[in-house]
């Protein structure tokens, strides 16, 4: 084996759940399902360099595609998922095809818009969604004729899942659509005169970091039994976004890092009572300021200045 | 080759290229020179489509690209070495090089490997493994161009390609330029050095505020440089 660490991690996350209580399982399910929708997110803001808000959007319509399909048509759980990936995959396509010729803060303005618009709509519609109602006794998941209907099943599903969008986003980053964004990212016109569709691309991972939303709310919906439009406010839109920006966008185990840091840490706070938002608040400032390059990030810049230190060629870096 | 007429262009209501013609035939070497802000990195992009033109057309092949977007209008056959090179300073050199591959031109006439453009410029051997932002001027220009060399062009636009280099490495760059020719590549240089230009090229075009003003036919390099007071009005030195 390649990586020793890598079979360490796999037992450890095997064990914790039996370790843990309760409360903490629900809280690493709730990490492996914000890790999937925080993929896409970091796709997009570490890769192609766009904040997106709108990962609420597509969260909320694979929860709801699922809460739908099998509560009030009575379909199988497993064409929820299909429905809400393919559902927000077109509305990513309809949508950022226009959007996305738009870029910087414009279009982080736009897909925030797009987020309060969809919240909107999700209240508004109360005849499809249920509105404030929402929609409850959403069937538990059965796999292999076997149901997870406990916190310690759901967990290995759900970080199975969460593990496979890893595998998928890293084999992405690691072709030449990886290598076509990262030329992108840092030089548009380069990227442009090499025949790379800039725009197409920029659409194609909107769309992929969608359907990562959709599966994360499939999974949501699947996990609590019942979704609503609270769920799915603006909020929502901006803790998918920390994920990657606290973790490091450009890394993947930066976005389990932040998907764990947004799950826990507000939960350990809470012990502090009313305080806790506000200390929450300063935690994420000392976080930007202290790591800005995401958590993972900058431990990867501390070891490579040791690295570099150690293994010094001077007289090398020249224009 | 390509073919500009009536060409208007510039940045939102500044229009920098005004009524720009001029011709390059197969197997040119075409230099277009100007003093600095006569508008010819406006015209490079131009001819890319990075920006918009607002008037005339850009012919290549017979094929009006005018309004064809970037990525779809160099696989017509045009390749460009930037302004400042635009390589990605993190990816590696051969890193550089892959995203031209994966991207080039199929079917054209022109077909070179990274074989080719290793014997053009050994250093793309050597260096392969490094970060491009370690490498130094001359050799990032070198991997700029063997970067547009592999996407298959049989029209290779230069824009400032000696900027910042030694003498004898601009020399080595041009060695090379001059050979291109033999392998089915017209050739527009944009310099804003005329002798550098009136070394390689057959004819040329004089650029300021934005116009044509002069054109340099074969053979007439030397009666321009002689006319101290074209040179002067036209190139500022």
């Known amino acids: 084996m390649r990586r020793p660490w890598l079979i360490v991690l796999v037992v450890v996350w095997a064990l914790l759940p039996w370790v843990l209580g309760r409360h903490h399982v629900d809280l690493l399910v709730f990490a492996a399902i914000y890790t999937i929708a925080g993929l896409g997110v970091g796709l997009l803001l570490g890769h192609c360099g766009i904040v997106t808000l709108a990962q609420s959007v597509f969260y909320a319509m694979g929860a709801y595609a699922s809460a739908i399909i099998t509560v009030n048509l009575k379909l199988p759980a497993s064409l929820g998922f299909v429905v809400g990936m393919i559902a927000s995959g077109v509305i990513a396509l309809a949508l950022g095809w226009p959007v996305l010729r738009l870029t910087g803060f414009f279009l982080a303005v736009a897909t925030l818009a797009l987020a309060m618009i969809a919240n909107a709509l999700f209240f508004e519609w109360d005849w499809l969604t249920g509105g404030t109602v929402g929609i409850g006794a959403i069937p538990k998941l059965g796999l292999f004729g076997f149901v997870l209907d406990t916190p310690l099943t759901f967990y290995y599903f759900a970080w199975v899942v969460a593990a496979i969008a890893m595998l998928l986003v890293h084999n992405l980053v690691a072709g030449r659509t990886g290598l076509a964004m990262r030329g992108m990212r840092d030089s548009l016109d380069a990227a442009r005169v090499l025949a790379i569709d800039v725009h197409g691309l920029r659409v194609t991972i909107f769309v992929v970091c969608a359907v990562l939303g959709g599966v994360s709310g499939s999974l949501f919906a699947h996990y609590t039994g019942y979704v609503s439009v609270a769920s799915f406010t603006i909020d929502k839109a901006i803790l998918f976004l920390l994920i990657p920006v606290l973790g490091g966008a450009a890394s993947i185990p930066g976005v389990v890092v932040g998907a764990l840091f947004i799950t826990f840490v507000p939960e350990l706070l809470s012990k502090l009572g009313d305080f806790h938002g506000i200390v929450f608040g300063l935690a994420l400032i000392v976080v930007v300021i202290a790591a800005p390059h995401g958590i993972v990030g900058t431990i990867r810049q501390w070891r490579k200045r040791a690295l570099d230190e150690s293994t010094a060629t001077p007289g090398e870096a020249n224009k | ?237």
Not at chain 2, 51 to 70: E, Q
Not at chain 2, 104 to 110: C, E, L, P
Not at chain 2, 117 to 126: G, K, N, Y
Not at chain 2, 195 to 206: F, K, L
């Open chain 2, 1 to 237: 080759m390509l073919e500009i007429g009536g060409l208007d262009a510039g940045y939102g209501r500044l229009t920098v290229l005004h009524d720009v013609a001029f011709r390059i035939g197969d197997g040119e070497i075409v230099a277009l020179v100007g003093a600095n802000g006569a508008g010819k990195t406006t015209l490079v992009r131009a001819l890319c489509g990075l920006i918009a033109p607002t008037a005339g057309r850009i012919i290549k092949d017979a094929f009006d690209v005018t309004r064809v977007p970037t990525h779809e209008r160099m696989r017509t056959g045009i390749a460009v070495v930037l302004e400042n090179r635009r390589l990605w300073g993190e990816l590696t050199v051969r890193e550089n090089l892959r995203l031209a591959e994966v991207n080039a031109r199929q079917g054209g006439k022109v077909n070179f490997t990274l074989a080719d453009v290793t014997r053009l410029f050994p250093i793309i051997a050597e260096r392969q493994s490094s970060a491009v932002e370690l490498l130094s001027g001359g050799e990032q220009q070198m991997v700029a161009i063997a970067r547009a060399l592999l996407m298959q062009p049989d029209l290779l636009i230069m824009d400032e390609p000696s900027t910042g280099l030694a003498p004898k490495i601009v020399k080595e760059i041009l060695g090379v330029i001059r050979g291109l020719r033999d392998r089915g590549i017209s050739l527009l240089l944009v310099e804003q050095n005329v002798g550098i230009a009136s070394e390689i090229a057959d004819r040329g075009y004089v650029m300021a505020l934005g116009r044509i003003v002069h054109e340099i036919v074969p053979g007439g390099w030397q009666s321009f440089l002689s006319d101290e007071r074209m040179v002067k009005a036209y190139l500022g030195d």
